[in-house]
């Protein structure tokens, strides 16, 4: 497939990808990254040179084959075709009228639909753990993201980047703009850095 978004120099997105990574202290580990709303997979591509593992997770299909491609060579990478909430289930993905920008502004709405939707505690009881870095960019959902990964937050305490765009929680969820960054302080962690609508939270 044609990745379309291809053209977009996603260099300042991975700049601060870099600096958020600078936030896992030195010496410690890079076990396994996830990558939750992987795009277009240029996170998880990056990720790849860093780490031993890396989950990326994206739902919409188009968007799914071009990641699937952009990192077929990468063998620490897997990816997976579901959205990550706070419960298992189904959902289906709608797109932000008022987004519908370069990227391709698409968000999931739990229920009725085709698309898998599961949680991070469900995956990484079956799949992995040890998680050093999380990245969430999944328009508005970010908090319940995070609360559905509450026993892997607790337990591994990684670096979370999350996207914080303030209309999107309570246009898309109904949703504090604040929520995801309160849930990741309730748990102990602290702001840690901002860029643009990137921020990083670490426990120290």
């Known amino acids: 497939m044609h990745d379309t978004v291809s053209h977009i120099d996603f260099a300042k997105d991975l700049d601060h990808l870099d600096w958020a990574l600078s936030h896992i202290p030195l010496g410690a580990p890079h076990r396994v990254a996830v990558d939750v709303g992987a795009h277009n997979g240029v996170y998880a591509a990056h990720l790849a040179r860093d780490f031993v593992r890396v989950y990326a997770f994206e739902p919409a299909a188009d968007m799914f084959e071009i990641l699937s491609h952009r990192v077929a060579t990468l063998h620490n990478?897997?990816?997976?075709?579901?959205?990550l909430l706070d419960r298992s289930g189904f959902g289906s993905i709608?797109?932000?009228?008022?987004?519908?920008?370069k990227t391709r502004a698409r968000y999931v709405l739990p229920g009725v639909g085709n698309v898998p939707v599961t949680t991070l505690d469900a995956i990484v009881a079956e799949d992995f753990a040890d998680v050093d870095f999380l990245k969430v960019d999944v328009e508005g959902a970010e908090e319940l993201v995070l609360r559905g990964g509450e026993a892997l937050l607790r337990r591994c305490r990684?670096?979370?980047?999350?996207?914080?765009?303030?209309?999107?929680?309570?246009?898309?969820y109904g949703l504090s703009p604040d929520g995801a960054g309160c849930y990741l302080e309730s748990l102990g962690a602290s702001k840690v850095d901002t860029f643009d609508q990137d921020v990083v939270y670490a426990w120290r």
């Open 158 to 172: 990684p670096v979370v980047m999350i996207e914080r765009l303030k209309n999107l929680p309570l246009r898309h």
């Open 77 to 83: 990478v897997e990816v997976s075709r579901a959205a």
């Open 94 to 101: 709608t797109e932000d009228e008022k987004r519908k920008g």
